[in-house]
């Protein structure tokens, strides 16, 4: 399972380019977000990860109650991969959060 993040890069870059803006400096251009949108992008990426916690309990259920097609290392794999892509947007959400904070503690 591959997260998208193009979109948090693209505002991330936007982000940058007022930050620099407003430090006087010159503005690079940000990147073409061919479209993209930025809630869309976050709300894409969160349903895959909710939908991989699904699957990983969906499994373990199917596990615990003995189903002989379901097996222990594909619910561990499934599990760790929920786990993964959890993180992974924890990470995102802090590094979101910490650059919002950095704009807003900027002085104009």
Known sequence: MTMDVTGVDNLLSQMRAA???AQGQPAQAPAATGGLDFANVLKSSL?????AQLQAADLQKSFAMGDDKVSLSDTMIAMQKANISLQTAIQVRTKVVTAYNDIMNMQV
């Open 47 to 51: 349903d895959s990860v909710n939908q």
């Open 19 to 21: 930050m620099a803006a």
